[in-house]
C-alpha cells in the first residue's frame, strides 16, 4: 500500500547537525513537507519541496529529495536545544495529504 | 501572520455523548480539513471540505462523523456518539487553494478524551 516511513527516534547533541529520514511510496507525490510538532502544539509548517526539485535549503534547514528511491531527509544544522520536537514528513498528492508516524528529536546540552 | 484557532483545546466528554469540535480557518482560505493522531500514532486524514460540501473522506469518518461551515468563518467537526477509540487530538487545516505547492495550515488542536 502507500505509506510515509519514518524512524521514530533520533538523539543527537547542541550544535551537532541532525538528519531525519523519510520514505514514501507513491511516485505522484508533487509536494513533500516536513512539519514540527512541539509538545502540546499543533504542526507548523518547516518547508516543503517540489518533486522535480533535489533540494532545497532554507536558513538551518536543508531538505535532500531522491526521486528514485523515493527518500526525502530533513538536515538541521547547528541543531539546538529548541529543535527538540517530533518531525513529520508528508507527501500531497491531488489536495490529499498522507503523514508519516514522524521522528522524536530529542537534543542533548 | 493569520493562524488556524481550534477551541476548545481540551474536551472531556462521556461515552456515547455527542461533541462538536471547533475550528477557526484562515480567513482567505477555502479548503478545509480534519485530522486525528490517536496518542504515539500517525496524523490520519478523516474529510476535506470545499465549497460548502464534503469533497473526500477516509474510512475513519463514518456516518458518527459530520463537519459543517455554519457560518462565514467556523468550520465545525461533530461526532454524534463517542466512542472510547475517538480519544485522540484533531487537528482542522486550512489551505488558500486547490494547488499542490499550497501548503495545509494546522491548528493546534482539541485533545478529545472519551470516558
Known amino acids: 500500500g502507500e505509506d510515509v516511513e519514518q524512524s521514530l527516534f533520533l538523539s543527537v547533541r547542541e550544535g551537532d547537525s541532525s538528519v531525519i529520514n523519510c520514505t514514501y511510496t507513491?511516485?505522484?507525490?508533487?509536494?513533500l513537507y516536513w512539519y514540527k510538532q512541539e509538545p502540546g502544539a499543533g504542526l507548523q509548517l518547516l518547508t516543503y519541496?517540489?518533486?522535480?526539485?533535489d533540494m532545497k535549503q532554507d536558513q538551518r534547514l536543508t531538505v535532500l529529495l531522491n526521486k528514485k528511491d523515493k527518500h526525502l531527509s530533513l538536515r538541521i544544522a547547528d541543531t539546538q536545544t529548541g529543535d527538540s520536537a517530533i518531525y513529520f514528513c508528508a507527501e500531497s498528492r491531488d489536495n490529499d495529504m498522507r503523514f508519516g508516524a514522524g521522528t522524536r528529536l530529542t537534543v542533548k546540552p | 501572520e493569520p493562524e488556524v484557532t481550534q477551541t476548545p483545546s481540551h474536551q472531556v466528554t462521556q461515552m456515547g455523548q455527542e461533541v462538536i469540535l471547533r475550528c477557526v480557518p484562515i480567513s482567505n482560505h477555502l479548503y478545509f480539513y480534519w485530522y486525528r493522531q490517536i496518542l504515539g500514532q500517525k496524523v490520519e486524514f478523516l474529510v476535506s471540505f470545499y465549497n460548502n460540501e464534503i469533497s473526500e473522506k477516509s474510512e475513519i469518518f463514518d456516518d458518527q462523523f459530520s463537519v459543517e461551515r455554519p457560518d462565514g468563518s467556523n468550520f465545525t467537526l461533530k461526532i454524534r456518539s463517542t466512542k472510547l477509540e475517538d480519544s485522540a487530538m484533531y487537528f482542522c487545516?486550512?489551505?488558500?487553494?486547490?494547488?499542490?505547492?499550497?501548503?495545509?495550515?494546522f491548528g493546534d488542536g482539541t485533545r478529545l478524551s472519551i470516558l
Open positions: 507513491d511516485s505522484s507525490s508533487t509536494y
Open positions: 519541496i517540489f518533486s522535480n526539485m
Open positions: 487545516a486550512s489551505k488558500v487553494g486547490a494547488m499542490d505547492y499550497q501548503p495545509q495550515h
